[in-house]
Every structure is written in structure tokens, then in C-alpha cells.
């Protein structure tokens, strides 16, 4: 086991977080994605979010983002509008009924980091979490530096 790569334990790590996040949001009819979304709406409060926001925070294409938030706005848990200052710009926001997820998901979403650094020390969880946002930004200071 010692001999694996970093990037298989990253990428086994991705798929059981994924596959768990699935399963508890097939319980309210959602994806584990979808269940994402409303976390990062519900975080940003009242501050204006685009659909290029989520393609952003989520590394999607834009053909992604679109039938993602199309599909929530199906469900009538996001609303989606042609913003005022730029009408190529589309504005993102929670509806009541994807307001009365944020709470669920929060509270999933905070089990769900604790459960990642159970069993670390306080020192080694904070390490960890240096080291998840070291290696998110990787590829940005790698780039920079060719």
C-alpha cells in the first residue's frame, strides 16, 4: 500500500466522497452536485452569484453549469435570471424551497468533514487542511512557474 501514488489515494478518496454525498442527497431527490450547489448559494448569503461563479468554484464548463442549474430550476430550488448589469451573465439564487435545504446540507457537510479527520489531532486535521489547499492550488503555481 505504501507504494501507491498520491494521486490514487486522492482519487479513491474523490469517489467515496462522492458516492456518499450521492447517497444521502438521493434521499431528498437531489445529486451529490446539486447538493453542493445549494451548500455554496446558501454560503454566499445575499451576495450576487452567477452561473459563471459555479463554474468557477466547481471547475465545470459552462455546458455543465447550465444543465446543472437548468435542472435545479426544474425542481424549483433555484431561480435563474438575466442579470440587470449584463445579460449575458445569468443570477443564481436559492428559492424557499432550496433555502430549506441549506440547513440539511450544512449539517451533512460538517459530519461529513469531521468524519474525513477523525481519528487526527487538532495539529494534524490543521495540517491536512493546509495540505488540501496547497494541492487545490497546485495546478495555478505550477502553470505560472512553465
Known sequence: MANRRLGAWLRDAEHQMNQEMNDFARDYGL???QMSV???LGRRGAAVTYQVDVEREFHV???TASLLVRRMVERGLVTRV???TD???RQLQLTAKGQELVPIVTAHLVKHDAKMVAGLSASEAAAFQRALIQISQWHHSTSEEE
Request: aromatic share 6%; no cysteine.
Open 31 to 33: 445529486t451529490g452536485m
Open 38 to 40: 445549494i451548500d455554496y
Open 61 to 63: 464548463q459552462r455546458s
Open 82 to 84: 438575466v442579470a440587470d
Open 87 to 89: 445579460s449575458r451573465k
